[in-house]
């Protein structure tokens, strides 16, 4: 078993991870006040929990995230789950929930020039968030673990396996009454590409200047 070391890489990987997950969510809250969609997945989320009206969304999203853990422990990369999963399962629903309230709560009747800057914030510090936990790589989330570990076993590129689980997260929560508004095509169709463009930066962030592991 490969000992832990707790050095300066390993806390920058932990900060990277922790910090990633909550300001995802964080953006989450942003999309739901700009009231022009979604992300993909939330899409997706909402649609069901909209069929289940006796559970809040923190707490379908949790159960949710656990029956795609349980998928993605039987068929996905194991090695995928850690600090980031758990604190997606737990918390994000949570964290999502206050960013809403407070954003509303802020701004409870905003203009639509504000609703257009919070959705573009939104889109750009997810993929900042996602690209900081993916590089920090203490885990990722269950629905992230499956395009990651699709792209890895099939030497696909990320952002086309993502644009593709992310377009059926999208046509499935329509389904279930959550049309698709600017921001979840947006994100459907750029999230992957943004998250490939930041992992750049987030490298830097994790190994210095040269964005590279020491030989």
């Not at 590409?193 to 992992?199: C, D, M, R, T, Y």
């Amino acid at each position: 078993m490969k000992k832990f070391v707790l050095d300066g890489e390993m806390k920058r990987r932990i900060a990277m991870t922790v910090g990633g997950v909550l300001v995802s969510g964080f953006s989450v809250g942003m999309f739901q006040f700009s009231t022009m969609g979604m992300d993909p997945f939330q899409t997706f989320a909402h649609g069901l929990s909209s069929k289940i009206t006796f559970l809040g969304y923190g707490s379908f999203y949790m159960i949710l995230s656990l029956l795609f853990l349980a998928f993605d422990l039987i068929f996905m990369d194991r090695k995928k789950m850690g600090i980031a999963t758990f604190i997606n399962l737990f918390l994000l629903g949570y964290v999502v929930e206050f960013s809403s309230w407070l954003w509303n709560h802020i701004w409870p009747d905003p203009a639509i020039w504000l609703r257009i800057i919070m959705l573009a914030l939104g889109v750009l510090i997810m993929c900042v968030g996602s690209s900081l936990y993916f590089v920090g790589d203490l885990g990722v989330s269950v629905y992230d673990a499956i395009a990651l570990t699709i792209s890895e076993r099939k030497k696909w590129r990320f952002f086309i396996v993502r644009i593709t689980s992310d377009i059926i997260c999208v046509a499935i929560g329509a389904a279930c009454g959550v049309l698709p508004g600017v921001g979840t095509i947006v994100t459907a169709l750029g999230m992957g590409p943004l998250i490939e463009f930041f992992n750049r930066y987030s490298r830097v962030i994790r190994y210095g200047k040269n964005g590279k592991p020491n030989e």
